[in-house]
């Protein structure tokens, strides 16, 4: 097994399913002759050629347009969008027709699209740069929507996507991009969709959260745990449908919950989880739930970027309220 980052798991993914499937292509703004604006597409051109790599205008709405095309008429497009948030250039595509395009035909037609795109901050990007627009996106019936925490799932759940007979939104965490590096298989490796990771185990506390906030959670988790606080992480990986059984066995095993997400509070995916916690796992609470997320505000200058998200701070002050109810 090579040691990737995930933006080299990601690259390698699409070239290995290139490989593999002439169906599958690419297109988007800078993914051919410049490799992606953060890299992931570089020597795909080289190999593919311009008929499978697509360079093409600056225009969101038309690369996604044209990938649902592509997938109606038998070809697996993989669509990036340079940021998350010139995605809703495109949002008319994936409401109207990619997300119901199955329902609209009565199962004549379906839409294998992947839509991949950076997400969240963590990097001091502009706020059309930061944003993690995921609820907006996991509100749509139809679409299945991705968030990886690490470069194997990065590879594992994009394989997935792949291969997945619907569309698929692929959020990709740019404070991860180049992170760390571990181990990813070779070959054909998948993570299924709809299924999430206990990254680690606990019976005081169980925190489910996801994408480039897992690691903060994971050091919040080490933090309590000289305090004698036993916490469970859970890593969603498929934001939505999100993994319900996962869920449900963790808080009835632990009693307390912590959600945490960078995007914004309100109307969130936290308050969904806690929604669905609340009718199955009601009686086995043993504290109200607690959720630590961004601000109900636009995503600040670079410079105020640390206060408005989530640290391993704020988890752990989470941790303890939950604890001392």
Same mark, same amino acid.
């Given at each position: ?7 080299? @798991? ?44 697509? $360079?093409? /205008? ?8 044209? *990938? ?20 809703? %250039? @495109? ?37 059309? =740069? ?8 996991? =509100? ?12 194997? $799932? ?10 997945? /007979? ?5 959020? &990709? ?8 590096? &571990? ?19 606990? %019976? ?16 919040? *988790? ?7 606080? $036993? ?13 319900? &059984? ?15 997400? &960078? ?10 989880? *806690? ?12 504290? /109200? ?9 636009? /995503?600040?200058? *670079? %410079? ?6 989530? $640290? ?7 941790? =303890? ?5």
């Amino acid at each position: 097994m090579a040691r990737l980052s995930m933006v080299e @798991a990601i690259n390698a993914t699409l070239r290995e399913q290139m490989e593999k499937d002439d169906r599958v292509v690419v297109l988007g703004e800078d993914v051919g002759v410049d490799g992606g604006v953060f890299r992931a597409t570089v020597g795909l051109i080289e190999k593919f050629g311009p008929e499978r790599v697509i $360079d093409t /205008p600056l225009a969101e709405s038309t690369i996604v347009g044209a *990938a649902i095309g592509m997938a109606i008429y038998g070809l697996r497009p993989v669509a990036e969008i340079q940021f998350e948030g010139f995605m809703f %250039k @495109a949002y008319d595509h994936i409401y109207s027709h990619a997300s119901r395009y199955r329902k609209r035909s009565q199962g004549r037609y379906n839409v294998p699209l992947v839509i991949r795109a950076p997400y969240g901050a963590g990097v001091r990007a502009l706020e059309h =740069h930061s944003d993690a627009p995921e609820v907006l996106f996991t =509100h749509l019936p139809g679409l299945t929507v991705v968030i990886p925490s690490t470069p194997s $799932d990065a590879k594992g759940l994009l394989t997935s996507a792949l291969e997945f /007979p619907d569309p698929v939104i692929y959020l &990709e965490p740019k404070r991860l991009y180049r992170l760390f590096k &571990e181990e990813v298989p070779d070959g054909d490796y998948r993570v299924p969709l709809g299924k999430a990771r206990t990254v680690r185990e606990g %019976k005081d506390v169980t925190i489910i959260t996801y994408g480039g906030m897992v690691q903060v959670c994971e050091k919040a *988790a080490k933090h309590v745990e000289d305090e004698g606080v $036993d916490v469970e992480v859970v890593d969603l990986r498929t934001v939505w449908p999100f993994d319900v &059984e996962a869920i449900t066995t963790s808080v009835n095993k632990t009693g307390r919950l912590v959600i945490v997400h &960078e995007a914004p509070r309100s109307f969130g995916v936290g308050a969904e989880i *806690a929604a669905t916690v609340g009718e199955k796992c009601l009686l086995s609470l043993l504290a /109200p739930i607690k959720r630590v997320t961004g601000y109900d505000v636009l /995503p600040p200058l *670079a %410079k105020l970027e640390e206060y408005n998200y989530p $640290d391993s701070d704020r988890v752990v002050k989470a941790i =303890h309220d939950t604890m001392q109810f």
